[in-house]
T-cell receptor, first 114, second 113 residues
Framework: NAGVTQTPKFQVLKTGQSMTLQCAQD?????MSWYRQDPGMGLRLIHY???????DQGEVPNGYNVSRSTTEDFPLRLLSAAPSQTSVYFC?????????????FGPGTRLLVL | QQQVKQSPQSLIVQKGGIPIINCAYE??????FPWYQQFPGKGPALLIA?????SEKKEGRFTISFNKSAKQFSLHIMDSQPGDSATYFC????????????FGSGTRLLVRP
């Protein structure tokens, strides 16, 4: 199993550009989520999904869109990038059924918005 | 409003020392408290977790102590090693929060040889 994979590893954008961060998992996990990590602020939940076709907002959803057309993939879209979106983005997945299921994180995407 | 408060922000210990990282929470509905370990350039990985029906859990050199009445929990690393140098995050979630993890702000641990 490759686990959770994310692409690209690193991206530089100009203000106003759009892009999609890719996330895929091969563990047949129902739950997937996106976090952003900023210094001194831990990880903050952006959006999450409890299954194909179902998504919901987390703590910091503004400026981001998601969709979940398959169990495996959960892309994160930045519609119009802003410098405040400079961050490290992590995708995670876990099985459903129990609150205490382990969340498996991908290696992250470093995004710099100029 | 920060629902999970973590301290200290950074910690330096000598090899063999016992670093202690503390977290406090506000939401009494939280019923799952994991600790994640993150090495530079990597994603976080689950280290150890506890549920509020026990006051302590040990896995190898890592121990979680849990105080339900004080709404606090802490991570102790026994006989710390340079390889334990990483950032540690506490987190919490509840069954009625759709599996969402609320993370603390993180503690950067350096274990000197």
């Amino acid at each position: 199993n490759a686990g959770v994979t994310q692409t690209p590893k690193f991206q530089v954008l100009k203000t106003g550009q759009s892009m999609t961060l890719q996330c895929a998992q091969d563990m047949n996990h129902e739950y997937m989520s996106w976090y952003r990590q900023d210094p001194g602020m831990g990880l903050r939940l952006i959006h999450y999904s409890v299954g194909a076709g179902i998504t919901d907002q987390g703590e910091v959803p503004n400026g981001y869109n998601v969709s979940r057309s398959t169990t495996e993939d959960f892309p994160l879209r930045l519609l119009s990038a802003a410098p405040s979106q400079t961050s490290v983005y992590f995708c995670a997945s876990s099985p459903m059924g129990l609150t205490w299921e382990t969340q498996y994180f991908g290696p992250g995407t470093r995004l710099l918005v100029l | 409003q920060q629902q999970v408060k973590q301290s200290p922000q950074s910690l330096i210990v000598q090899k063999g020392g016992i670093p202690i990282i503390n977290c406090a929470y506000e939401n009494t509905a939280f019923d799952y408290f994991p600790w994640y370990q993150q090495f530079p350039g990597k994603g976080p990985a689950l280290l150890i977790a506890i549920r509020p029906d026990v006051s302590e859990k040990k896995e190898g050199r890592f121990t979680i102590s849990f105080n339900k009445s004080a709404k606090q929990f802490s991570l102790h690393i026994m006989d710390s090693q340079p390889g334990d140098s990483a950032t540690y995050f506490c987190a919490a979630s509840s069954e009625d929060s759709s599996y969402k993890l609320i993370f603390g702000s993180g503690t950067r641990l350096l274990v000197r040889p």
